[in-house]
Structures are given as C-alpha cells and as structure tokens.
C-alpha cells in the first residue's frame, strides 16, 4: 500500500480527508495524533502493526476467507456420531431467520423503551425454558454448561454457606476442568463414584461423604456418558437430609420425554441451550441455563440478568425490565453477586423460536424420535463381533462403545471410519482410565437409518482388516 | 416542543405492536413444525423407544410450552425484532464503553457457512485446518497488536477474561509458593465493575484505588496499597472517563516491584490500535473484547468473545488446549502440565472468532490506526460539541482531549430542571435513539456514556448532537414531555414498582400467572 495514498475505508466514514479536516479543525488540533497528548512518547508506537495486507475489497475478503474455511470438513458434508456437549440438531430456518435479523444481531444494552423487543423475547426464552424444565425461574443465558453447573455450585455454596460440594465422578473432563477452576479455592471439588456395570452414581459412596460441610450434590441426567441416572430422587433425599442441595445438570432436548430435575428433588436445574435451535459452531454456539424455584433465596444468589415482566403506563401494555437488579456487579461491583456481562442472549432467542415452534408435541415426537434412533443404533452396533455397549443402563441420545475386545484402539478405529465419510463416536481413551478403548456415540435426528447401517458396515469392514496399534 | 427547520431530527416513530406474550397465542394442536418419523425398519426393531425408558424416569404431563402455527411464530418474533433497535438502524453511539459500531455483513455470510457452523469440536484435526488456522492466525494479529507473547480465544466475554486473568495470577503465586499470601487485587474505580467483582469470584479482597479530582487514579494511593499481599493489579486505561492514564508505566513498575502480576483490561481498546501496546506499558497479561474493539455483533448480550494474552513467563498457565503450528499443521496442544484447566468447552465462540479475524484482515495494521485516531476525532468532536449544550458536562481534566469515550454529566441540567438522565434517554428513544445511563461507578452525577467509534459519519454525529439539544432544551421548555416520554417508542413509562418485591416479580409467564392472574383478553 502506498503510505501516501490516502486511505478510505468503507468502514470508516470520517476517513474521507476532506471530512476529517474539517473535524480536526472544529476541535482545533492540527493532525490526529494531537489528540494523544496524554500517551507519553515513550509508550508510542513508532511503527506500522505489522499484520497481513489488508483485504481492502469485499471480494478479495471473501475469497480469501473462504479458501481457508474450505480446508473443513464439515459434518453435513460426512455423517457424525460426535456428541459429549455439542450435538447436531436440527436448526429450524426460522431460529436462522430470527437470530440473523438486524434489530437483534446488532443491539446491545439497550433500555426496555427502545430495545423493548430484546427483553420481551429473552423473558419468552426464560419462560419457555422454565415449562420444559418445569421450574419457576430461569435466568437471561450465561456462556456454556459449565458455567451454568460452576454458578449453580457456587450459588448452593452461598446459600448453604458450607464449603464443599459433592460431584459424580462421571462428568465430562472438560466441563469438569471449568467447575474446578470456577470454584478454586472457594469451594472444595470432591468425587463420588459409580457403578462399574451401570455408571450410576453409588449412593453408598455418596452417604459416606454427605457430611456436614457439604453444600449440594451435582450429577447430570442424561450423564455425559449417556446414560439415564434413575436415582435422582435417591440422591435428592439423601442430600436434603443433610442439609445439602441436589443440584443436576440436564440435556434440555431430552426433556419432552424424561422427566425434568425439579421432579425429582432438584433444587437447582442448569445446562446448555446449544441442541435448541444452534449450530454447533466448532463448540462455539453454546449457551448455559439455571432454573429455580421462586424462592427470594435462591433468586437473590443468580449473578445473571432476569428480566421481569410488568405493566406500564398504557392500558394493557406489557413491559420489561431487570429484576433485583442490585444482586449483580453492574450494580454492586465485587459486592455483587459473581459477575455479570455480555454473555450468550442471542442463542437465547434462538432457544425461544426453537421452543415455540417445536410446542409440547414436537419436544415429545423429538425425544422419542431420538430414543429409536439411538437404540437402533446401539443393538446394530453391539451387534458386531467385539463390540460391546458398556453400560447396561437405560441411555437417551448417547451411549458407550466398548471396543476392548476388537483388537484396534479407537483411535485407529475412527481413523478407518473417517475414511469411510463418517466422524466415529468420541473417544474417551485418554479421559478416563476404565474407559480404555471405548468411544461415546450419539445419535440424533440428523442421522438416517441408512446412516446408521453405512456406520455398521463400515466398522465391521474395518474390524476384518488385520492390524492393531494396542 | 416543536423540531425546529434547520434540525437533523426524524419525525420517528418506532414500530409498536403491542404484541402479546407468545403463551397468550397458543390455540390447542397447532402445530409450528413437525419432526421426522423414524423409518419403519427402526420402529420394527426397537418399537417407539418410550418402553425402553426407566418407568421412574418417565415425563409425565408434557411441558406447557404453547401450541402455535409457523407464520404466527415468525410474526411474532419479526414483530419483537421491529420493536428493538440495533447499529444497523440507529446511531448507536449512546452506548459509552461498548464500542456499538458497524459490523460487517460479509462476515455474517461466511461465517454462515457449513464450513463453520457445521464443525463438530470432537472432528480430526484433520477435518478442521481452516478453523484451526483462523485461532492460530488471530492468536499472532493479537499479539502483534498488543506486543504479547501468546494468546488463547477461550474467554467469552471480557469479564470471563478477567476471570481468567485472576485464575492465572492465582496459579502464578502459588506456584512460587505464595498463594496464600497474597490475596489482595487492586483496581480502580473506573475500571469496569467486573474488574472487583471477577476476581473476587476467585477469592481475592479487592483493593479500589480512587480517582484525583483530576479523574485520574491516585497513584499515592497505589503506592500506599501495594503489599506483599498484592498478588496483582486489574485496571483499565483509558478508564471509563476516557482519559488515558499517562503515568501506567509507573502504576505497572509500582504493582512488579511488589511482587504482584498486572492485567490490562482492553475490553475496549478502539482510541489505541496501534498507537500504544500493552507491552510497552509493562503489562503481564491484557485482554481485547472481539465483540467491541473488533467488529463482531452484540447479539444482543452475547454471543461474545475475548482474546486474552501473557507474556511469555505466563504461557504455561493458560486454559487448554492452545492452537499450535509446525509449518505444516495446525494441532490442539493439551500437553500444559500448570495450565490453569479450562474457562469454557471447547475452544472458545468461533463464529466470534471468525468474524474477528475477517474484520482485521480487511483493515490491516494502518486501517487498524485508522480506526483508532477516526474513533478519537469522533469523540473529540462531540467532546467540544456535548459540552457546549447548556447544562451537560464533561467532569474531570476539562479542556483537555479524551480518547475514545467520555463519561458526562446532567447534573447541571437537573440541578436547573429535576430532570434526569434516565428521563432524558427516555425521550432521546422518540427520536430513535439510544442514550445509556451507565453502570458502576455512580460517582458521575447524573451520568451518560457516549463512543462514537469509527462508524458513524460527521452528518450522523450532528444528528445525534440535535437529539441531545433538543431534548435538553425540551427539559427546560417542556418538561412534562420528557418526564412522559418515551411517546412514540415501543412501550410507555414501566411500572418497575414489582421488580424488586419477591411477592410480585415475574421472571416468568408462569410466576406472572401464579401471582397476577390471567390476563383478561
């Protein structure tokens, strides 16, 4: 680029010279960099940045973008069975049409005057998510599932004022990396495990260490190994009767058909919006809940916004607005409770057109339409010669493959099936050590019956080939 | 009060509905899309899957989310985005500290592609280069820009950065085996809120150094804090106030020779591309909101990301995995021993990431700069133009130049009138315009925050320099109508009266119904 030619971005208006004399004239400076007088020189930079040459023209930007997104390969382009927090769910057009219009993409804060809409349709996400999850209060998104289950522990922290918290030990490494480091070194992370043949939680080893100083019990349902935790009343009585909260981590698409936490003891619900209306985005577009009860203690411990709704000066007219807003650090600062921010609202919205469209029926066709698929899945596979489910329990979208037996490790099992246009199942190798050798499949909507049987077939081919790397 | 000829003023009027509460459109079996049936095979060999079901575990009553038809779905919500409104349609400069500018539509095109919002995190490296190479590429813009070492794109959100950089500092002391000991963070008070309240998430007594009637942070005061108790210092520059703390270099030495870390909050950093570096400043570890100083969409309050970077001492600290490159791959690097864990699934907000890196690479280093002194003329021009209006101030350093932002005051207008910031951002909405009453500190009486970033032209500007005029007249010559207002906005004066009783708010329909009753139709 020529220094000397002038530079007139179609992204800065006032780069026009003319323009930009006139300004610095009005305020009465000669050049731009007059307006820096406090910056002292010696923290100038005395230089360009050194970045690539721009990509003045749109086209230019575009081509160049889109040559290096051509290197992925995408999930529609091959089949997925990869799940473990991020899933390939149908994303209705409308979800697409509403999250991209204009008034939502580009607002930000605005007041509940100007930017009445935004408020009214994240209340509309807090009230529909509260049907499925059948509690009381549900709050504005916050950034993912693990900071959902990490404000969820800290807010029974709060309540109870008691400094442990009890967590099944068949969490997701990942999430659970996020709650240790949320909670470190306010509260303390302890383990309570499982049963070997079914994953549930051993209720044994959870009573021994329900002790005085533990704030609440957290478990997952669907887990994250897929399995359904059939004793979540169990663990809810067991924690109440020490004092302590059941607090449990939920897959929201699974809900039309499983019985939702509050209904079976939990005092606290959280987990992640992305399978309502999201794409998967790299793991990009996820967005975490919390549900409550109504109750002033509970609802005063949320970091997060909760917009209320309320009637206005207007006959009939309906407004918006922030309830107890003084609970969060825009208004307390570090006395406030957590902190909150810009967060997750518009994958909110998009959960909202999800909801609304898909109504009782369609979250209820969902859920078994994904039990079927998955089960179907689940007999062809453990079908095979050397492949096992793990787990005996009832599942709902994902399950455990055990492939022990086979001879290969599933590192180079997916490798073949990769080769075959299809993404095999998670492998959970290097995330837990019983868990050697075993891969966590899920299946939803997006696959087809022949989907699953080019999986089935491929594997079988690639089980007959010779070889293994164990 | 009449708009006078030669104003820039709009005779707006926004679009208002009055649309109901999308459970009051539910009818009975309407449907707003259906879901495949599973094949016949799968039905014959697994029967409908709900008797596979631990009976216990079993939903009874399906959820009472409402039954509508498609079209009245889609109404409803273009209806609600009608009654909102974003950059792309006012001139969003009312925002102060956020940096609301233009974000460009060809990076929503691509980053709708397959090729990005179809990756699973889970795929082959193999199957994922191009995302790969767009963090590693964005990591080393970064580090360009702020004279950093290394950059991970977990954070999402600025205060989920701050987070990060508190979690970092704790894994520093305490490795040197001072953990315990140093509990203290200093900030100050015009930093941003989270700055305190994030880190003390982390357990850490915050320490707020206050202003000099100058507006600027008492750098005696920061001598006097300084402890072997300070394990770091949070501080944004310039500060809320927009004014550039020219002393930083010695804030910095001040906090290091203490033995404390300092993090940069560059949430907003659009007065200073390439024009001063964190580096520079002595700066440990800074942070760049993409969703602000980088051109991505607000959505509303996220999704949002933040690009936090270290120096190299720091590197071994960071969330896992980091991107790396030999030359030929690019790869996910879990293999960080004191790596501090997570702060998010997975990678970070990559459709924030992409549209980030797509906004730097159409500008360049000197667009970058660019950027920056047409953000600081911008703000100066309403500098002089804001505080010319009778009753409205600029507090703090007057006369001298600010950088991006300016924290103002309506305190001599209300002191004149009894009208209030809050009224009068009330009425700036009949006008279609967006006007903020700011959050902590409330130090600034009367406050109001204004950012004119790069995006808005000098004709926007002085449109919005009428809104302010006009209402500020307004209140002298009319009160009742600002007091009134908003007029011709979405909705009327709001009964905020229930928000704060636990007996009549309603964060939900369901509580609404449970405490109010059922709307007559």
């Known amino acids: 680029m020529n220094p000397k030619k002038s530079f007139i971005h179609p992204y800065i208006p006032n780069s026009v010279p003319e323009v930009k004399e006139m300004m610095l004239r009005e305020v009465g400076v000669k050049d731009a960099d007059e307006l820096y007088e406090d910056i002292p020189e010696e923290l100038r930079m005395k230089r360009e940045l050194r970045l690539p040459r721009p990509l003045l023209s749109e086209l230019e930007l575009k081509r160049h973008v889109e040559r290096i997104l051509a290197k992925n390969t995408s999930c529609e382009e091959l089949v997925s069975f990869l799940g473990g927090g991020c899933a390939q769910h149908y994303v209705p057009a409308l979800c697409d049409e509403i999250s991209h219009r204009a008034e939502f993409l580009t607002a930000y804060a605005g007041e509940p005057y100007e930017d009445a809409g935004r408020f009214q349709a994240l209340f509309e996400y807090e009230s529909l998510m509260a049907e499925i999850l059948d509690f009381d209060v549900v709050n504005v998104p916050t950034y993912d599932w693990g900071q959902a289950a990490s404000t969820s522990i800290r807010m029974a922290g709060r309540i109870t004022k008691r400094p442990k918290v009890l967590v099944a030990d068949t969490l997701s490494p990942d999430r659970l990396a996020v709650i240790r480091n949320y909670c470190q070194p306010v509260l303390e992370i302890e383990l309570v495990g499982h049963e070997p043949e079914t994953g549930l939680l051993r209720l044994d080893d959870l009573r021994s260490r329900l002790m005085p100083d533990v704030a609440a019990v957290y478990f997952e349902n669907p887990s994250y190994l897929g399995f359904i935790e059939t004793q979540g009343q169990d663990i809810a009585d067991l924690a109440h009767a020490n004092g302590s909260l059941s607090v449990v981590g939920v897959d929201p698409i699974s809900l039309g058909v499983l019985k939702p936490p509050s209904q079976y003891g939990a005092d606290i619900a959280c987990g992640d919006i992305q399978g309502l209306g999201n794409h998967m985005y790299f793991g990009g577009a996820l967005g975490g809940f919390i549900a409550t009860r109504d109750e002033e203690k509970f609802v005063m411990e949320y970091p997060s916004r909760l917009f209320g709704i309320a009637r206005t000066a207007a006959q009939g007219e309906w407004g918006f607005g922030d309830v107890a807003y003084s609970r969060t650090s825009f208004d307390g600062r570090e006395k406030g409770k957590e902190f909150v921010g810009t967060a997750a609202a518009l994958y909110g919205i998009s959960a909202a057109v999800y909801l609304s469209l898909m109504g009782p029926q369609g979250m209820r066709d969902l859920g078994r339409h994904i039990l079927q698929k998955s089960r179907y899945a689940a007999k062809r596979l453990a079908e095979i010669s050397g492949v096992e489910l793990r787990f005996e329990s009832s599942f709902f979208k994902e399950f455990v493959l055990d492939f022990s037996k086979t001879g290969k490790s599933v590192a180079e099992i997916n490798r073949s099936l990769l080769a075959h246009g299809i993404f095999g199942g998670k492998d959970l190798t290097r995330e837990f050590a019983e868990l050697r050798n075993c891969a966590l499949y899920c299946v939803t909507e997006m696959v087809t019956q022949s989907d699953i049987d080019r999986l089935v077939a491929a594997l079988k081919e690639c089980l007959k080939a010779g070889g293994g790397e164990r | ?521």
């Not at chain 2, 995995?321 to 004191?338: A, F, H, I, M, Q």
């Not at chain 2, 409205?392 to 009138?417: M, N």
């Not at chain 2, 011709?488 to 609404?512: C, L, Q």
Request: charged letters at 25%; a neutral charge.
């Open chain 2, 1 to 521: 009060m009449k708009i006078p000829k030669d104003s820039r003023l709009r005779n707006f009027h926004q679009a208002k509905w009055d649309e109901e509460v999308i459970f009051e459109l539910s009818n009975k079996g309407e449907r707003g899309i259906l879901v495949p049936e599973a094949e016949p095979e799968i039905q014959a060999v697994v029967g409908d899957g709900m008797t596979s079901l631990p009976p216990n575990m079993v939903r009874a009553a399906p959820p009472a989310l409402p039954e509508i038809a498609q079209m009245r779905v889609l109404k409803h919500f273009l209806r609600l985005s009608q009654e909102n409104l974003g950059a792309d349609l006012n001139i969003d400069v009312g925002q102060g500290t956020c940096t609301v500018k233009y974000n460009p539509k060809i990076n929503e095109v691509l980053a709708s592609s397959k090729k990005a919002s179809a990756l699973h995190p889970c795929q082959d490296e193999s199957t994922v280069q191009g995302a790969l190479q767009i963090m590693y590429e964005l990591d080393c813009f970064f580090r360009e820009i702020s004279g950093l070492d290394r950059f991970t794109l977990q954070c999402s959100s600025g205060s989920h950065a701050i987070l990060t950089m508190t979690s970092i500092v704790r894994k520093h002391h305490e490795m040197r085996g001072e953990g315990g000991r140093r509990d203290e963070i200093i900030t100050t008070i015009f930093s941003h809120p989270s700055d305190a309240a994030a880190a003390a998430v982390k357990g850490y007594k915050i320490v707020t150094i206050y202003h000099q009637p100058d507006g600027l942070p008492d750098i005696e005061a920061l001598k006097k804090a300084v402890s072997n108790r300070t394990a770091g210092l949070f501080i944004t520059n310039p500060e809320d106030t927009g004014i550039y703390n020219p002393r930083i270099a010695e804030f910095t030495r001040i906090v290091h020779q203490a033995g404390g870390l300092c993090g940069y909050d560059q949430a907003n950093a659009n007065g200073i591309l390439g024009i001063t570096r964190a580096r520079e400043a002595g700066f440990d570890m800074c942070f760049f909101n993409l969703h602000k100083t980088f051109g991505t969409p607000h959505g509303c309050g996220g999704p949002a990301s933040a690009a936090l970077g270290v120096t190299s001492e720091l590197v071994e600290y960071l969330p896992v995995p980091l991107v790396e490159y030999d030359g030929t791959r690019y790869s996910l690097n879990y293999d960080l021993p004191k790596s501090i864990g997570k702060v998010r699934s997975f990678y970070g907000a990559f459709p924030v990431i992409l549209k980030a890196y797509a906004w730097i690479m159409s500008l360049g280093g000197r667009g970058l700069k660019e950027v920056a002194q047409v953000a600081v003329l911008n703000n100066n021009y309403l500098l002089k133009k804001i505080t010319a209006i009778k009753g409205a101030a600029s507090p703090f350093k007057t006369g001298k130049h600010r950088i991006e932002q300016v924290r103002y005051s309506w305190e001599d207008l209300y002191k004149e009138t009894g009208i209030t910031t809050h009224q009068i951002a009330c009425r700036m909405a009949d006008f279609g315009f967006h006007l903020w009453s700011s959050h902590h500190p409330f130090i600034v009486p009367q406050p109001f925050s204004v950012e004119p970033t790069e995006s808005y032209s000098k004709a926007e500007l002085d449109e919005y320099l009428d809104g302010l005029r006009h209402v500020a007249e307004e209140a002298r010559k009319e009160p009742e109508t600002v007091k009134n207002a908003p007029h011709r906005s979405v909705v009327h004066t709001i009964d905020e009266s229930t928000f704060d009783n636990p007996k009549k708010w309603a964060v939900t329909w369901r509580t609404y119904l449970k405490k109010h009753g059922r709307p007559p139709k």
